[in-house]
């Protein structure tokens, strides 16, 4: 494997802009989100604890399919997320939480790459679909 440089993320992600609905644009394969998801979208929301709840939608042979996660800061910075998708009881365990960091945004937060350090997640968001 190469060494890769750090990844660079938004240097100061303005939270409450990048909250709401998101629709993904393209992506990077990966196994858990299948070929045949279309219509994905993710929404973002900010929780009591400060954390920020995250819930995916795709439409998956004509039936939506949805997946409701928590994200955290990394370090307080809002750029650099962990997220995981386990029942709630289950989320403190570190090694289910996925990389979600916003490495570029549009000056009015309407397409945003999003990724992960080691380069396994890709995903072009935008707030239209």
């Known amino acids: 494997m190469t060494d890769l440089p750090p990844l660079k993320t938004v240097t100061d992600l303005k939270l409450p802009r990048y ?7 393209a992506r990077l394969p990966m196994r858990h989100e299948p070929e045949g998801c279309t219509d994905v979208s993710a929404h973002y929301q900010l929780l009591d604890n400060g954390n920020v709840g995250v819930t995916n939608r795709c439409r998956m042979d004509g039936e939506i399919e ?3 996660g928590e994200a955290c800061a990394i370090d307080n910075d809002s750029a650099r997320l962990e997220v995981s998708f386990l029942p ?3 989320r403190w365990l570190p090694f289910a939480k996925g990389d979600y960091w916003v490495m570029q945004v549009a000056p009015d937060y309407s397409v945003a790459l999003v990724g992960s350090p080691d380069r396994r997640y890709l995903w072009l968001l935008a707030r239209e679909p």
């Open 19 to 25: 909250l709401g609905t998101w629709y993904e644009i």
């Open 66 to 68: 949805e997946a409701t």
């Open 88 to 90: 709630k009881g289950l």
